[in-house]
């Protein structure tokens, strides 16, 4: 689905052997993954399997134990200074009582494209102005963010990572807590993202949407269990094996 001007990058996000600690708690084990440009990757997974973990070692806020992260081929330091990488994360971990409008939320996706002056010039609100449309949140763009319901909340950093212009953009259960309406407009906009070029992976709960949304699809239990396109990994023998793992552990279902 890449167009014909933007070539495909086989390696958009290349994790080798990566394994994270939490002082004694294993999070991720020899994790290894490739994802091209011009993808919507689902990344599936039981509580506490290391979806947020590896997510934060994409964004190259947890330094691996072993094992290296490349973003388009530079490391995610990089990628984060170039406005190359964008993160929609989980809304727990979000300040929602913070007096930002939507609209200042979006405009921080252009932070880190502002001239010396540190001012947004007309290029970034025009740029903020186009993502808020495509998010369908135009009208609310005045509103705190936090008098947002659940799935605009999404949309609206969604529209974060339109604004920067991000080629991958990871996205932490953007499903979680939204209404059907939200989560067509989200699926629809991330398809139209990797039509772009983009290079999308996106953690979800809901496996029954994983099919329309993602091209393949990565079942995660510290470490990769299956990988493949969505119907090969939703197999019931895959979808046991994670969760008799999380039964052993006792762990509620
Ligand atoms: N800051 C932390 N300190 C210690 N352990 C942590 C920390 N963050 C995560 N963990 C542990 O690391 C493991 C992976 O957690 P992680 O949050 O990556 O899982 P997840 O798949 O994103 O879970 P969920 O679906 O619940 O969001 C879990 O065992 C978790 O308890």
Redesign the pocket.
Known sequence: MTSPKTPKITRAIDIDGVTVH??D?L??DNVSLTLASGTVCGLI????????????TIMGLIRPDTGTVRVNGGSPALARRDSAIGYVP?SENVDWAFPMSVRDVVLTGRYGKLGFTRRPRRADHTAVDEALERVDLAELAGRQIGRLSGGQRKRAFVARGIAQGARVLLL??PFAGVDKRSEATITRLLRELAATGATVLV?T?DLHALPELADEAVL?M?SVLARGNPGEVLRPENLALAFGMRAREGEPA
């Open positions: 939490y002082g708690v999070a991720l997974g039981v509580n506490g399997s290391g979806k947020s973990t590896l997510f934060k989980q932490d259960e953690s709960h995660l510290r």
